[in-house]
């Protein structure tokens, strides 16, 4: 009797998962994956933000730690009016900087466009408005000389702004006067450094630029996946939204509070200064990264020659990143002309370029051109803010302070040269 043959039946094979589509993977495996990434973008030289932000962590560290008063409401205040000015004008430099040359005169420049104001509005009765503006216009001015002289007549950038840097000198003595001193009495002009937003103002703010970031960061994302490019995960780009939303909301909260010295005086609200600034970082972010203009910057930057062969006015692109930085000097000039509520001959002098080159150094722009955000303008001026506002609550000097000031700024440019040199190493650059 023969056996009968009984086929077992197969079971059918499992579909083949295709590829996942970009920002449809798991949030840990999402998060894993951009940390390595963000990992070896680091070993490889591209630093970034980093170091400004582990060293302003380690600073308010010890300041908090060594000087509890650090962290009061009136002295929290007091970092963002202290740092205004010096942000602003890093703000201009970084400009200069990306094309891999220097403005010296960034610091006096901002002292004869707010001299130019003083004398329009105390001497002349102009409106405020008419007074900002010729201040504008100066600084505009003076871009465009330094721009003329640097790109068209070809002299390098440390001798002409070096001249400039002594020349501005002597324009704001003979505006002001030796030994003289303009009061600023203009309400407008007075409130922006010491006036504040009502307390439903700075929440209103809080939203508009939590809810900004999100939809721009929302917005690139789904473009970017549209068009069939790489895009960050989603859970990326949450917590991204997610980080800001907090450190925001913890900072109109810490400024809400009030810091008012006495029960008679009121005193709350996020620094009018704060708005100015905040509309200044994304006006010039924009262009640097969203526009043709700003990607004709950094190709200058990396390499002018190559540049000017693909048909980039290199010329153009010199002289309008000297007016842009001038003009920045100006409103720098504003900002410390209110909050010192006067101009005197020494206005822009001291340590405004030490610390505004600073500030942009130390942030990660880059010395040698081609790599810089407007970002580091930001993280630098609060770098130095919070060491000139810490070793100030510890008692120290002003030669201490210019000592500390200069060795995170030589750290800094180690920093830059470092990750230059790696990055070349691992074919990054």
Not at 89 to 108: H, P, T
Request: aromatic share 8%.
């Amino acid at each position: 009797m023969s056996a009968t043959h009984v086929e077992t039946p197969v079971s059918p094979e499992p579909a083949t998962a295709g590829p996942t589509p970009p920002g449809t993977q798991p949030a840990a495996a999402g998060l894993l994956d951009y940390g390595r990434e963000y990992l070896s973008r680091v070993r490889g030289g591209d630093m970034g933000a980093l170091p400004a932000i582990l060293g302003l962590i380690v600073l308010c560290t010890v300041f908090g730690i060594m000087r509890p008063r650090f962290f009061s409401a009136i002295n929290f205040a007091n970092l963002f009016t202290q740092g205004a000015t010096t942000t602003v004008i890093a703000m201009g430099l970084i400009f200069v900087l990306l094309l891999g040359e220097i403005d010296l005169s960034a610091g006096f420049a901002s002292g004869v466009c707010a001299a130019v104001m003083a004398v329009l509005v105390a001497e002349h009765g102009s409106p405020w408005w008419v007074a900002v503006l010729a201040a504008i216009g100066t600084g505009i001015a003076i871009g465009l000389l330094l721009g003329f002289l640097v790109a068209r007549v070809g002299i390098p950038s440390f001798v002409v702004t070096l001249a400039a840097f002594l020349a501005f000198q002597g324009v704001v003595l003979i505006i002001i006067g030796e030994g003289g001193n303009i009061s600023i009495r203009d309400e407008t002009i007075r409130a922006i450094q010491n006036k504040n937003l009502p307390v439903y103002g700075g929440w209103i703010l809080f939203a508009v630029v939590v809810l900004g970031f999100a939809a721009v960061q929302l917005n690139g994302s789904i473009r970017r996946r549209r068009a069939g490019l790489e895009a960050d995960p989603l859970s990326i780009v949450a917590l991204r939204i997610g980080v800001l939303a907090v450190l925001a909301g913890l900072t109109v909260y810490a400024l809400n509070l009030e810091r008012g010295r006495t029960a008679a005086v009121s005193l709350k609200g996020v620094p009018n200064v704060v708005p100015l600034v905040l509309v200044l970082f994304v006006v010039w972010t924009y262009v640097l990264t969203r526009t043709s203009y700003g990607r004709h910057v950094y190709a200058v930057g990396g390499n002018a020659e190559a540049a000017r062969r693909a048909g980039i006015n290199v010329v153009g692109i010199r002289i309008s990143c000297f007016v842009i930085c001038s003009s920045m000097a100006a409103i720098g000039g504003i900002i410390a002309a209110s909050r010192a509520t006067s101009v005197d001959p020494n206005a822009g002098g001291s340590n405004t370029l030490l610390y505004a080159v600073g500030a942009a150094v130390i942030g990660g722009t880059s010395l040698f051109g081609g790599k810089g955000r407007i970002l580091d303008a930001v993280l630098g001026g609060a770098v130095i803010a919070v060491i000139d506002n810490g070793m100030g609550l510890m008692g120290y000097s002003a030669g201490v302070k210019f000592v500390v000031t200069g060795v995170f700024l030589a750290l800094a440019a180690s920093v830059d040269a470092l990750s230059r040199r790696r990055a070349a190493a691992t074919g990054r650059l």
